[in-house]
């Protein structure tokens, strides 16, 4: 069996692939797409001897009837049943200790993840200080966002035109006449 510092290192991996991508994950229970992203990023995937298929049927088989999710020791159970279709050539703990060498320290990688684009273009029309009109009203000086107050008219029941600079003068005015 694996040392207590590469079953720890199994455990980290379990955890790393059971919460990415899932804001309310405990880190307890990989569910079937976590485990397809682990077997792929991990390289237990390779479509010759070990198909998307074959990664999807095995957790099928050691996932509880009614569950959508597996917990550790079904994932430990997950990965002997797949060691022997992998690593063919070697013997049972052999093929164990080389897919867990597959497995250990690894972390759920982000390929084809949108990057932030930093072309010319992109911060020409993305310069909040360059808007005009009613776009304009949508930002404070710092170039923040005023959110609903910028997008919505508030009404204000003054009696007056809405920007009128001279709001609030009439009764100043009416009262200096009589």
Request: net charge positive; glycine share 8%.
């Amino acid at each position: 069996m694996a040392e207590s510092s590469d079953m720890e290192q199994l455990l980290l991996t379990f955890k790393r692939f059971a919460v990415h991508g899932d804001t309310k994950a405990t880190g307890k229970e990989l569910n079937g797409k976590n485990w397809a992203k682990l077997c792929k990023d991990c390289k237990i995937t390779d479509n010759k001897n070990v198909t998307s298929t074959d990664v999807d049927i095995v957790f099928s088989k050691v996932k509880q009837r009614t569950a959508r999710v597996i917990t550790y020791e079904e994932f430990e159970e997950a990965l002997k049943q797949l060691a022997p279709k992998k690593f063919k050539g070697q013997s049972k703990e052999e093929a164990l200790q080389s897919i867990y060498k597959l497995v250990e320290g690894r972390e759920p990688s982000n390929v084809g993840v949108t990057k932030v684009s930093k072309t010319a273009a992109v911060d020409r029309l993305t310069d909040t200080s360059r808007y005009t009109g009613s776009h304009k009203e949508r930002f404070d000086e710092s170039g923040r966002g005023k959110g609903r107050e910028g997008r919505e008219e508030i009404v204000e029941n003054t009696g007056y035109v809405g920007a009128y600079k001279n709001a609030g003068t009439y009764d100043a005015k009416t009262k200096t006449e009589k």
